[in-house]
């Protein structure tokens, strides 16, 4: 079995590993970026009767105009039906960019560190990945970033907006700057627009070359895969070539679309959300070893000693964050905690603080 493996897979397939997820069983799961609030009553009994009425024997929507508008209503899009490509996730989104885009010398550019599927899928469709490194304090080296542009002409280009996994929101104007001087497609992932007032999405249509990236999994819709992806028609147009399918099943699009029908529950669950991240970064910054990171998002980046201790004691009390201090090294023991519920929050503040004291 080893030669055929060795025979038919690509080397560099071989000596990849597969993406991490954590056993979460019987833990407070801090680790994922997840919105930690489920539905009401009223609304699972909504998509209860939905989703028993659909036809599942047909296959779904290729256009799924519906839910198109319902996401360019959620965005404040002036068009009826706006220009987008929808994916299975943000995840495919960055898929099909890079194979539309996967010349022979071609290059994809971004900020490390970043989201790390920007890596590998290039990586995966054998795109030369360029990237270039942020800041100590994670900002954009607006220099360096242009003069790498300059260098490499790459054909894509991608801007986290906020950055996970720092949580801060970049420099506009450098941002700004970097679309003007790019000779290729910028694609400004907001996945975390939900927990911020900064976006690009009033840059739409200004710029030929840039594209917004956006995902429902972190308004608290983490298992229905559906991202989209807005920009000019004529490249939304190419992208969507690349798009297997029927791609958006049946099931994800009326669960989205019953959703997003009920904005001001979802809307009251980020509001909620943002105001545990405060009080969340309040308390952390009250711990003598504790470094916390501005955030945007809907988790914190924190720095303390011994991180990897710290990571594997919180374990042991029942909590599971994320450990970046090995991702990169301005991430150098760094932990990663999503804001929770206040019993999750207290319950990790609590735990940390032993952890602390104990060592």
Known sequence: MEDLVGTVVREDIRAWNAYPVPVAEGMIKLDAMENPYGCSSALRARLSSTLGELALNRYPSPSAVQLKRQLGALMGLADDTPAMVLGNGSDELIQML???VAKPGAV??????????????????????VGVPLEPDFSLNGPVLLEAIARHRPALTFLAYPNNPTGNCFDAQTVEAVIQASPGLVVVDEAYYPFTDHSFKDRLGRYPNLLLMRTLSKLGLAGVRL?????????LAEI???RLPYNISVLDQAAATVMLEHRAELQAQVEAIVQERGLLASALRTLAQVTVFPSAANFLLFRVPRAGQVFDGLRHHGILIKNLSQAHPLLQGCLRVTVGTPDENRAFLDALSRVLDSQ
Do not use: H, T, Y
């Not at 991202?227 to 490249?235: R, S």
């Open 227 to 235: 991202g989209w992806l807005c920009g000019p028609a004529e490249i």
């Open 98 to 100: 890079a194979l539309a």
């Open 108 to 129: 994809i550019l971004g900020v490390e560190p970043s989201f790390v599927m920007f890596r590998s899928i290039a990586q995966l469709a054998q795109v030369n990945f």
């Open 240 to 242: 969507d070539k690349v």
